[in-house]
């Protein structure tokens, strides 16, 4: 069983950074897809990033796109997503996610099989 576990959420001010750190377990990590989402108070939840197994290929959403950079260290089972240029609408509980039949990058929840707890976002105007 793959178990994902999120790190580096916090309070911050508009304009500010933060990179969340997503930690994983299991053999599929080196191999499969991953992917960062998030959901906010009463909202459904919103694709955020996604990568490759090998780390070659990435895809952001237009909402994020230029400030957001996805990265994976496949070492040492961790994912990683830096945030720039932060808006008070990026607020949310932000989750990482793992593929468990897929190598290319996704925006489709559907075709995560593993998720982690969460950690929250608070960008402040």
């Known amino acids: 069983q793959v178990q994902l576990v999120e790190s580096g959420g916090g309070l911050v001010q508009a304009g500010g950074s933060l990179t969340l750190s997503c930690a994983a377990s299991g053999r599929t990590f080196s191999y499969y897809t991953m992917g960062w989402f998030r959901q906010a108070p009463g909202k459904e939840r919103e694709f955020v990033a996604s990568?490759?197994?090998?780390?070659?290929?990435?895809y952001y959403p237009d909402s994020v796109k230029g400030r957001f950079t996805i990265s994976r260290v496949n070492a040492k089972n961790t994912v990683y997503l830096q945030m720039n240029s932060l808006k008070p609408e990026d607020t949310a509980v932000y989750y990482c996610a793992e593929c468990g039949s897929y190598y290319q990058p996704s925006s489709n929840p559907s075709d995560y099989d593993y998720w982690g707890p969460g950690t929250q976002v608070t960008v402040s105007s």
């Open positions: 990568i490759s197994g090998s780390g070659g290929t990435t």
